[in-house]
């Protein structure tokens, strides 16, 4: 790995260690504002965004960001580097003290306006569950590190792949009232007897798929959001090429995912991603 990105990813490790942190020590409740998408904030959701920013303006290298929590890309200097990410996802589950997550994706550009997903040098999320994880994609395979009492991430998993097996996570399932498409594929993984393993965070649920090598996230759309909830580019941009690189695949049902160019900075997409031969089946049902 180039010692530039190696710098950046250590910008990025220090974010999360800090997130971590205030995660154990804050309160879990609101701002009392809305993102731009109208969705109330949680103290934690904007505490966590503060820390990216202030980290990633410590390091020259990275001249560009993008948060879920901002309206508009952020200039920071001349660095190469761009980072886009979703600094507390699954925010509707820290009150109930479930398993959340941060998410970030990689780039060389000085705007994310038709960046694609293919274009990332490196997609990193991080776990805060009973132990704080990262996952990381660059170019030689997927790794998990977990962060020890020391405060430092050692490496726990130095080559994750993802296979096939009969695992599912069915987002969305309110399509499946409108959709009988999605409601006879989930009818189809009842039916064979799939283990149902559904947290309603992203970050963890495909975590979950990444580190047992095996399963399906489905997030159709439906009705008057016929592109679902996740974001490209903060969301499934980053989850497609950890998964990618782990032998998965992820698509919008027609679209490899890494492939859709980003036209706006909060733009949707439908998302199946997970073993390959699941998206496959998930394509041809419900594309
Ligand atoms: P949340 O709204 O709690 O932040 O990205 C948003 C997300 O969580 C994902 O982590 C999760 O997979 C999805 O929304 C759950 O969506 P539903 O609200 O449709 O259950």
Redesign the pocket.
Known sequence: MEDELFSVLGTLKDAVKKIAHAIEVSGTGKAGTQNIYG?EQLALDVLSDNIVQEECKKNPLIGLIASEELPDEVKLGNGKYAVAY?PL?????VDVNLAVGSIFGIYKTDTFLGVKGADQVAAMIAVYGPKTTIVLAVDNGVKEFVLNIENKFILSNDNIKVGEGKMFAP??L?AAIERKDYLDLVNFWCKEQYTLRYS????P?LNQILLKGKGIFS?PGYGDAPNG???LLF?CAPMALLMTQAGGAASDGTIDILEKPLKKLDQRTPIYIGSKAEVERCCKALS
Do not use: F
Request: overall charge negative; charged content about 40%.
């Open positions: 969705e979703d996802d699954g925010s509707s589950l987002g969305n309110r309603g965070g992203m970050v649920d997030y909830k996740l974001r969301e």
